[in-house]
């Protein structure tokens, strides 16, 4: 059996994770980057008047994180351990994905967005309090 270089642990150890898309804009012309949680808040008003952006409400999503990626599409995504993995293609757009966070068990978990070929297009790496945070 071939193993993926995006996932290359054996699938019984990652926890597949939905990925919902809440808004999408193409063309958008910028360079791949990710925004994740709170941080959408904080940077909506510069990202909404540079890209002409008219995102839906960003209130409380239970128990969903909210993702805004830039120059990025999103396939899949994968959770094991401190990584949440999404497989993903350069794309000229911004997109807003939710994705459930009941999974997550660490308080630290670093977010990469890999290529066809496993290379990191980008990663942030992101705190939270699993029993307080709102996402």
Avoid: W
Avoid at 38 to 51: C, K, T, V
Avoid at 59 to 70: D, E, F, Q, V, Y
């Amino acid at each position: 059996m071939r193993r993926s270089v995006i996932y290359p642990y054996p699938a019984v150890q990652y926890i597949p994770l939905s990925l919902q898309v809440l808004y999408h804009k193409e063309p958008v012309k910028t360079e791949p980057f990710i925004l994740i949680g709170a941080e959408i808040g904080h940077n909506l008003p510069r990202l909404s008047q540079e890209y002409t952006l008219n995102l839906p409400p960003l209130t409380n999503h239970g128990n969903k994180l909210l993702i805004l990626a830039g120059g990025l599409h999103f396939r899949t995504a994968k959770y094991r351990g401190y990584y949440a993995t999404i497989s993903g293609t350069r794309h000229s757009s911004i997109s807003l994905y939710q994705l459930p966070t009941q999974y997550f068990y660490k308080d630290t978990v670093v977010f990469e967005v890999k290529d066809e070929d496993g290379r990191v297009i980008v990663s942030k790496i992101i705190h939270f309090d699993l029993k307080k945070t709102k996402f």
